[in-house]
Antibody, heavy 124, light 113 residues
Framework: QLQLQESGPGLVKPSETLSLTCTVS??????????WAWIRQPPGKRLEWIGN???????YYNPSLRSRFTISKDTSENQFSLKLSSVTASDTAVYYC????????????????WGQGTTVTVSS | DIVMTQSPDSLAVSLGERATINCKSS????????????LAWYQQKPGQPPKLLIY???IRESGVPDRFSGSGSGTDFTLSISSLQAEDVAVYYC?????????FGQGTKLEIK
């Protein structure tokens, strides 16, 4: 059974770079059936899709969030990562990693597996 | 970006009664090449990540009780819970994944009356 687990610092200072990692277990990050996503949820706000990385390493980002985000994957560690530069208080949120499933016909089912989420607070 | 708007923001329903949540997208999420709706519903309980309930607007994810059903096409969608159980108390979100950026509704908080 596919499982995801986020890891990273819970507290980051303004202007620093946030680094989060999602470890995939029970399956391969190179599976052609999944794109790997980062989503965040600021306190009291709706879920916000940050971006995806697919099995070949191609990335897709939310243009509304500008270019501060970088998503990558490490096949040898079966992990994918999120880096956010120049953080501000508005980046305080619960950050989730998730798998976006595509069936054999190429149809997307949505995000069918999620990590538990990690709370990130930006404060000096 | 496609804006997803849910109604109502909160809803209180008696146990065993029907709950209905609506979701409207600012553009159609019906993909013309395969005639499929790229619309999902998620359930989020306190302290937990979202859980996929419905994809393709009406296809129940494996393991989801059949009291949950989704309907609609194009820009207007509905999530129904036929007979509310205590464990269904949660926030429900719709999401479009027709085009990036994927976007979510603001959420509907479902409580017991």
């Amino acid at each position: 059974q596919l499982q995801l687990q986020e890891s990273g610092p819970g507290l980051v200072k303004p202007s620093e770079t946030l680094s989060l990692t999602c470890t995939v277990s029970g399956g391969s990050i190179s599976s052609g059936s999944y794109y790997w996503a980062w989503i965040r949820q600021p306190p009291g706000k709706r879920l916000e899709w940050i971006g995806n990385v697919n099995y070949s390493g191609r990335t897709y980002y939310n243009p509304s969030l500008r270019s501060r985000f970088t998503i990558s994957k490490d096949t040898s560690e079966n992990q994918f990562s999120l880096k956010l530069s120049s953080v501000t208080a508005s980046d305080t949120a619960v950050y989730y990693c998730a798998g976006v499933y595509y069936d054999s016909g190429g149809y997307c089912h949505g995000m069918d597996v999620w990590g538990q989420g990690t709370t990130v607070t930006v404060s000096s | 970006d496609i804006v997803m708007t849910q109604s109502p923001d909160s809803l209180a329903v008696s146990l065993g009664e029907r709950a209905t949540i609506n979701c409207k997208s600012s553009q159609s999420v019906l993909y013309s090449s395969n005639n499929k709706n790229y619309l999902a519903w998620y359930q989020q309980k306190p302290g937990q990540p979202p859980k996929l309930l419905i994809y393709g607007a009406s296809i129940r994810e494996s393991g989801v009780p059949d009291r949950f059903s989704g309907s609609g096409s194009g820009t207007d969608f509905t999530l129904s819970i036929s007979s509310l159980q205590a464990e269904d108390v949660a926030v429900y979100y719709c999401q479009q994944y027709c085009s990036t950026p994927y976007t979510f509704g603001q959420g509907t908080k479902l409580e017991i009356k």
